[in-house]
Each structure stands twice: as structure tokens, then as C-alpha cells.
């Protein structure tokens, strides 16, 4: 699962959420190296014509294209959100590229997660509410995961402080 449970101290934890990431960096440049190899294929025909500089750069903007639409998904993947329960607070950080982070608090013992079935941007759409604020949190994980993430987070929010 893109998320993880950290004890940073007897009194203290921290949830971190991440999105998938199925694509690695390295097999992603292996992927374009390899759309520019299987262009060049169907070039290798013309080679020595005048036709070969008119299919020229259309296989380099493909590749090009390719590389920049990964680029792209990788600076919207950087996304990534870290829940610090303590004895008596709950700490919400989201960061996003764009929109820098996000921070959210409240008192723990307020802090409940609710889980909207239909309506939200999502289905089961996770949000905590507490301290007069509702906040989003893991919305870009699967939808078994955010029912396994309500769950855990209902017993964690529920468990006395002494247990931590």
C-alpha cells in the first residue's frame, strides 16, 4: 500500500501517503529509448530519400511528447501527505506541487474520519473533521485502499494515548 505507519516516539505517529508510482524513472527512460529505437524501424525504408526528413520530425516529437507527458505525471505524483498523531493533537500536512503545503490541526480526541460513499470526488472519499474543518486525505489512493486507510485511521484516532 502507498502509505506507511511510523512510531517516532512512545508517544507519537505519523501516517505518510504517497500515490503510485509504477513507472520508476530508470524504466522510464528505458520505455522512451525504446519508442525511439521502434521509430527508427519504419525509417530505415526511406533512408537515403527526401521522405525520411518529413517522417523525421514527427518521430522526434513523438518521443518527445512521450517524454514530457512523463515528466508531467511525475512532478503531479509528487503529491504526498503526513499525519502526525500525538498524545493530544492531530496534524495533517499536504504537499503538492503547486499549491505548496497545506497544513490542518485540531485536538485528537475531536478528530474523527468520515467516509463518504457516493458524492465525493472520489467513491469512498476519506475526509477527518475536527477543529471546524473538514480536510481531504488520501484521496489519490485506490478505492480498497482508502477503505483500508478509514479503518485504520478510525482505530488509531480511537485508541487511548496510553497504548501509543
Known amino acids: 500500500m502507498p502509505y506507511r505507519w511510523n512510531h517516532t516516539s512512545s508517544s507519537e505517529q505519523e ?11 530508470r524504466w522510464a527512460m528505458r520505455v522512451v529509448f525504446s519508442v525511439f529505437l521502434f ?28 517524454w514530457l507527458a512523463i515528466q508531467s505525471n ?9 499525519l502526525t498523531l500525538t498524545g493530544t493533537q ?37 475526509t477527518l473533521n475536527g477543529g471546524g474543518r473538514e480536510v481531504e486525505i488520501g484521496a489519490f489512493l485506490s478505492e480498497e ?3 483500508a486507510l478509514y479503518d485504520e485511521l478510525t482505530k488509531k484516532l480511537r485508541e487511548p494515548v496510553a497504548q501509543l
Do not use: D
Not at 533512408?47 to 523525421?56: D, E, P, R
Not at 511525475?74 to 503526513?82: D, G, H, T
Open 74 to 82: 511525475y512532478k503531479a505524483r509528487s503529491v504526498f501527505e503526513v
Open 39 to 66: 521509430g527508427l524501424i519504419p525509417l530505415m525504408a526511406v533512408l537515403g530519400s527526401v521522405l525520411l526528413w518529413g517522417l523525421l520530425p514527427f518521430m522526434l516529437l513523438t518521443v518527445l511528447g512521450l
Open 145 to 147: 485502499e482508502r477503505i
Open 15 to 25: 501516517l505518510r501517503l504517497w500515490p503510485h508510482n509504477s513507472l520508476p524513472p
Open 90 to 126: 492531530a496534524h495533517l500536512v499536504q504537499h503538492h506541487p503547486r499549491r505548496g503545503p497545506q497544513e490542518w490541526s485540531c485536538n485528537r480526541h475531536w478528530a474523527r474520519p468520515e467516509m463518504h460513499e457516493h458524492g465525493g470526488p472520489v467513491p469512498h472519499y476519506v
